[in-house]
């Protein structure tokens, strides 16, 4: 089973950027679509980003034009660059393929708060 392991959340301010990090165990990238998923407490967990095979990517309404999701297949990593982050943005962040058949990973937090 391929295992998931996202970082680089943390605590940021209104306004404020964070770029979050994924390596799978294995290289998946070239055989599936994948995505970052978020959940915030209380919620149900939602796709905010996902990237195809071909590399388009794909946005959630409430990240469009602030969130984009890339991919180094050579590092074997997904990123998730995020800008002008909101409150609303705070949540546990994951990423899996899309749609989402792997075991979930710890995630990784990211909290906007002033």
């Known amino acids: 089973q391929v295992q998931l392991v996202e970082s680089g959340g943390g605590l940021v301010q209104p306004g404020g950027s964070l770029t979050l990090s994924c390596v799978p165990s294995a290289s998946i990238f070239s055989i599936y679509a994948m995505g970052w998923y978020r959940q915030a407490p209380g919620k149900q967990r939602e796709l905010v980003a996902s990237?195809?095979?071909?590399?388009?990517?794909n946005y959630a309404d409430s990240v469009k034009g602030r969130f984009t999701i890339s991919r180094d297949n050579a590092k074997n990593t997904l990123y998730l660059q995020m800008n002008s982050l909101k409150p609303e943005d705070t949540a546990v962040y994951y990423c899996n393929l899309d749609p989402p058949r792997l075991t979930w990973g710890q995630g990784t937090q990211v909290t906007v708060s002033s």
């Open positions: 990237i195809t095979r071909g590399g388009s990517g």
